[in-house]
């Protein structure tokens, strides 16, 4: 595994088609923050140094490496560079502030050839994604993403989205960034209860592709495994793995379900806490409870259960979980409702991505989309095994 | 060319890659609406018939063809069809209506798994693809056109969008219908003023990419031009020259910007009027002003250009052009800037793309994206030409 000092370059080579190759490069570097100028202009598709560009942020990222940013970009794209930034918080992510960052957009004179910087976390990366996907139909983005859940995940793989009253991400699209630059140094500054978010997502994906990341996890001290020194190192892997599903799946018809391991129950817990719960707290409840429903499937086998298990009950340890969660999963008609309309179910019922063993998922019945029925009683039930396991 | 009784079936391979062939199909035929359940079931995706299958519509066509449409959807998808009307206008083609639109489907239980039906005109069809595309990260769709503007043009090739306070479409995606149903029959009873929007773009299509097309709108006799016994006919050939371009070129970097002949100055025009002025009658002007461009920048061979005035002053005698439009083309500063703003203009100026000989356009300069920059002098210089044709 590469010490993050080093610089990291995953391409995601997203298809081959007739007319060429599509490409999203990962980009891991401590310190890469100062050199975005040079390296926006370096991956451009458009040669033009006059064309615009404009960097999104929130309240608190552009605080702390809005101006910074900005002195990069301006010394390669002089003439038109500027910053929005957005209120921090998952409220922005709405129709509505989309369609006024749209509208300021029009008025810096942003044109089909100008290009979208979304520096922050996933709300910053999701909404300036989305709006890159929907202004003139379509311009080019880069994702500068600064908090640790959206360097292993949220920023990679082209998924753009915003929240509506009835769901988190319900509206959204598939738009590529044309890169990915990310610089570890940024997550000194990251506030210690956004770290587990991250954490959650690494599990997960150790547990759904990388049985090894998976191992060093287990043997992190139980007070290291939070602490930067041992997640930084994990970037590039974590990264690896979601750029090769990406690749192979890119608007998740396939294998790219496998990266919803924990969300059904997740997000239905998230639902039901009206967005209260952190999501990688939920995330881990999810993966307690579908590793739970996989061993159940007799589709987890016996031993690498158990370790899931361990090391879930570990994080566990680590978050507080409140009385509140508790009182949350008693609830089960809402929860099931909840689940039902994920957008893996259909109408004929609930699907989970569950895993067969650590590092290998499921492909899920004889269509083979990854997507395992679980009935509403089996939904329920691991709704109760989790209730007690908090006990 | 096939006479419109028959059925014409016309495939955009929209591109073949690694993970196969993604098609388009159009699909011509009169009385095409009464079976539409059984041939949406033969295209569909998903062969799941309890799928949920949506169809938007506006208030006139609703009352028109709403229920005929569902009759044949039910017959295939008997549990869970159902109709949303929007109020027929260009005003419904706004991002509070598309968000509406997606709380409806969140209330019917709509689904991944689910499909959307688009009919009636371009204001239904760009609406209910660009909801398409947003919900649940997108969801497949069919396009029911039933203007003849929407017939040979907006309703093929996947733009979706919606207008802002800045301009019209100036918000959408790429997202490809499955396919696409054209029941001529649906002309009879579409309101003579809206003839001429489709007639404009059918004059278009003949001058960017098929003299044959061109003749015979020259052969048809001066009270013939806009009727449906002259225009029926010529939808399948109007329909193939589309489907060709958007082949090679699905999101416009290329080829596809030849379709925008006489849209730069026509979205202008259409634009300072605040859309008073109808689309159809704003590209004919268009068509004029740009023809005259490309004979001063010696692009066009003087006989095409000459012809193609001949045909398109024959539409003017057609049409009233109204004092008001001759106002407006007063205000050379204001439609200036509205011409700097259009999607195909960049920071170094606008573009239009402009035609070499009938049925075929000029690549445009050495980078080949069949934009050719004009100068604002020149732009002043053919809205001064159209000014004096018109007095």
Redesign the interface.
């Known amino acids: 595994m590469e010490a993050t000092r080093t610089r990291a370059e995953i391409p995601i080579h997203l298809?081959?088609?007739?007319?060429g190759r599509r490409t999203c490069e990962v980009i891991i570097e401590d310190g890469i923050l100062d050199n975005l100028g040079d390296e926006i202009a370096e991956l451009s598709s458009s040669k033009?140094l006059?064309?615009?560009v404009v960097t999104v942020t929130d309240s608190h990222v552009g605080k702390l490496y809005g101006s910074k940013l900005l002195t990069g970009i301006s010394k390669e794209f002089s003439s038109?560079s500027s910053t929005i930034e957005i209120k921090a918080g998952e409220k922005s992510k709405s129709?509505v502030n989309?369609?006024a960052l749209?509208?300021k957009l029009?008025k810096l004179?942003t044109?089909?050839?100008s290009a979208l910087i979304a520096l922050g976390g996933g709300v910053v990366g999701d909404l300036t994604g989305f709006v890159a996907?929907?202004?003139?139909?379509?311009i080019e983005y880069f994702q500068v993403p600064t908090t640790l859940l959206a360097q292993v995940d949220s920023s990679i793989g082209g998924?753009t989205?915003v929240d509506?009253?009835?769901?988190k991400?319900?509206?959204?699209?598939?738009h590529q960034p044309r890169a990915v630059f990310i610089d570890p140094t940024t997550l000194d500054t990251l506030p210690k209860k956004e770290t587990i978010n991250g954490v959650a997502e690494i599990v997960k994906s150790a547990i759904v592709a990388d049985r090894r990341i998976f191992d060093r996890l287990c043997d992190a001290q139980e007070s290291d495994l939070l602490s930067l020194e041992t997640l930084k190192p994990l970037i590039p892997s974590v990264c690896r793995i979601k750029a090769q599903i990406v690749a192979k799946d890119e608007?998740?018809v396939g294998p790219r379900a496998t990266l919803n391991f924990g969300h059904t129950v997740g997000h239905a817990i998230e639902s039901a806490s009206s967005y209260s719960l952190s999501h990688g707290r939920c995330v881990i409840l999810g993966m307690i409870a579908e590793s739970w429903v996989a061993w159940q499937l007799d589709l987890f086998e016996e031993r690498d259960f158990s370790r899931s298990q361990e090391l879930l009950e570990r994080l566990l340890n680590e978050i507080a979980v409140s009385q509140k969660a508790r009182q949350l999963l008693g609830n089960k008609k809402e929860l099931t409702r909840l689940a039902m309309?994920d957008?893996?179910?259909?109408?004929?019922g609930i699907r989970m991505s569950l895993p067969e063993r650590i590092g290998r998922m499921s492909v899920g019945g004889p269509d083979g989309n990854y997507k395992v029925p679980v009935s509403n009683e089996m939904f329920v039930a691991s709704i109760n095994y989790l209730r007690e396991h908090l006990a």
């Open positions: 298809e081959s088609t007739n007319k033009d006059g064309r615009r038109a129709l989309a369609s749209c509208d029009a004179g044109d089909r050839n996907c929907i202004y003139k139909r379509g998924k989205g509506t009253e009835w769901g991400n319900q509206l959204g699209t598939f608007t998740e309309s957008k893996k179910s259909t109408t004929s």
